[in-house]
């Protein structure tokens, strides 16, 4: 079992920057492709990032691309996300997530979530 713990959400205006953290426990998260996911009030969860178990590739959905960054330390344990430019639209419960998967599967299925840290981004 792997239970992930985000911190680092709040409220944050548009253009500003937050830094998301994900701090496993009980297994080591070497062995695990790393995720981040969000869901907006009356929206389906979505695909923010991902890092592969050496941290060396990273996939990001289209609107991330050039404003987040995914990283890893595997000797903490923990999961980042650094988010910069914001916008409202980003505002979201932020989930991470940890998969067994192999990269270049097509539907990878993730085994761990987070409760969840919430991002509000204001006009």
């Known amino acids: 079992q792997v239970q992930l713990v985000e911190s680092g959400g709040g409220l944050v205006q548009a253009g500003g920057s937050l830094r998301l953290s994900c701090s496993a426990f009980?297994?080591?998260?070497?062995?695990?492709?790393m995720g981040w996911f969000r869901q907006a009030p009356g929206k389906e969860r979505e695909f923010v990032a991902r890092?592969?178990?050496?941290?060396?590739?990273?996939t990001y959905a289209d609107s991330e691309k050039g404003r987040f960054v995914i990283s890893r330390d595997n000797a903490k344990n923990t999961l980042y996300l650094q988010m910069n430019s914001l916008k409202p639209d980003d505002t979201a419960v932020y989930y991470c997530?940890?998969?067994?998967?192999?990269?270049?599967?097509?539907?990878?299925?993730?085994?761990?979530w987070g409760q969840g840290t919430q991002v509000t981004v204001s006009p």
């Open positions: 997530a940890a998969s067994s998967s192999l990269w270049d599967s097509p539907h990878p299925k993730y085994d761990y």
């Open positions: 890092v592969s178990r050496s941290g060396g590739y990273t």
């Open positions: 009980g297994r080591t998260i070497r062995t695990y492709i």
